[in-house]
């Protein structure tokens, strides 16, 4: 196992840097990754710090700082060090700049602007919290995307990672005995989307469930033969409505939402 301090600085939240560390981590196995996280640098004192915590650590470091001052500072001493390092956002904002023959604003943060798109985003998360779990049918209408599956199916954490992205979501839980009402059927302006996965998963995810709380694992929840009924209940019910359906057997939250937001971009453009 091959070991990496990795060093993230950011005169921001950094919320960039962690994705794009997680991106490409991704691509590299047996990699133990000691994560030193450092956002809101904005001050030499800060700087100081994660300066000597970088001599302390060698590794590599990713920053994306914008004040002059302090990312020469930073800069300065990584090369003493002979410690590679990589600006993250460099290269695309320096063909954006060459693009749109303007420089940078060079403002720390400049993505989380409480402009329009941050208010959209956050009436998205009270709307998807105040609908999870087929509630509030009677404003199931003003949603963008109604998702519906059987229990455990990923539902909820797919509907609030819709919502981080500025979507508002709803999840209708599909039982046998006890269908969604009718509202459902005669909804027009949300996507409707229905979440499968195989019954093997299913059983597990509801099976850890179950102990999780302390409760018997074996009971009708988890059986083969229900699980398989739920399972086709709902892809007949999607076939029937022509709703499209995402298998999330193998996809994480963040692929399925992507599939999601892509069927709803289409349907939007649509005439």
Same mark, same amino acid.
Request: glycine share 4%; aromatic share 6%.
């Given at each position: 196992?091959? $070991?990496? !301090?990795? !060093?993230?600085?950011?005169?921001?939240?950094?919320?960039?840097? @962690?994705? #794009?560390?997680?991106?490409?981590?991704? $691509?590299?196995?047996?990699? +133990?990754?000691?994560? !030193?996280?450092?956002?809101?640098?904005?001050? +030499?004192?800060?700087?100081?710090?994660?300066?000597?915590?970088?001599?302390?650590?060698?590794?590599?470091?990713? %920053? *994306? #700082?914008?004040?002059?001052?302090?990312?020469?500072?930073?800069?300065?001493?990584?090369?003493?060090?002979?410690?590679?390092?990589?600006?993250?956002?460099?290269?695309? *904002?320096?063909?954006?700049?060459?693009?749109?023959?303007?420089?940078?604003?060079?403002?720390?943060?400049? $993505?989380?602007?409480?402009?329009?798109?941050?208010?959209?985003?956050?009436?998205?998360? !009270? %709307?998807? #919290?105040?609908?999870?779990?087929?509630?509030?049918? +009677?404003?199931? @209408?003003?949603?963008?995307?109604?998702?519906?599956?059987?229990?455990?199916?990923?539902?909820?954490? *797919?509907?609030?990672?819709?919502?981080?992205?500025?979507?508002?979501?709803?999840?209708?839980?599909?039982?046998?005995?006890?269908?969604?009402?009718?509202?459902?059927?005669?909804?027009?302006?949300?996507?409707?989307?229905?979440?499968?996965?195989?019954?093997?998963?299913?059983?597990?995810?509801?099976?850890?469930?179950?102990?999780?709380?302390?409760?018997?694992?074996?009971?009708? %929840?988890?059986?083969?033969?229900?699980?398989?009924?739920?399972?086709?209940?709902?892809?007949?019910?999607?076939?029937?409505?022509?709703?499209?359906?995402?298998?999330?057997?193998?996809?994480?939250? @963040? +692929?399925?939402?992507?599939? #999601?937001?892509?069927?709803?971009? @289409?349907?939007?453009?649509?005439?």
């Amino acid at each position: 196992m091959t $070991q990496l !301090h990795l !060093h993230l600085l950011s005169d921001s939240t950094g919320e960039t840097l @962690e994705n #794009i560390a997680k991106a490409a981590l991704a $691509q590299f196995a047996g990699v +133990e990754t000691v994560r !030193h996280f450092w956002p809101m640098v904005r001050s +030499e004192v800060h700087m100081d710090r994660v300066i000597s915590d970088i001599a302390r650590n060698p590794g590599l470091v990713v %920053y *994306t #700082i914008v004040n002059p001052d302090h990312r020469a500072r930073l800069e300065t001493h990584c090369r003493a060090l002979n410690m590679p390092m990589v600006a993250a956002l460099d290269p695309i *904002t320096s063909a954006l700049s060459t693009l749109l023959g303007q420089a940078a604003r060079g403002r720390p943060g400049s $993505q989380h602007l409480l402009d329009d798109a941050y208010f959209a985003r956050v009436d998205a998360i !009270h %709307y998807t #919290i105040a609908h999870d779990d087929g509630v509030g049918a +009677e404003n199931w @209408e003003a949603a963008d995307i109604v998702l519906v599956g059987v229990s455990r199916s990923s539902k909820t954490p *797919t509907s609030i990672y819709l919502a981080n992205r500025g979507y508002k979501t709803a999840n209708i839980p599909l039982v046998i005995e006890s269908p969604p009402p009718s509202i459902l059927y005669e909804l027009r302006n949300p996507l409707i989307v229905g979440l499968v996965t195989s019954a093997e998963r299913l059983i597990q995810i509801r099976r850890n469930r179950l102990l999780s709380l302390n409760q018997t694992p074996e009971t009708a %929840y988890v059986d083969q033969d229900m699980v398989a009924r739920e399972i086709a209940f709902g892809r007949r019910m999607f076939a029937d409505n022509g709703w499209p359906v995402i298998d999330m057997t193998r996809r994480s939250i @963040e +692929e399925a939402a992507a599939a #999601i937001i892509t069927l709803y971009i @289409e349907r939007k453009a649509q005439p």
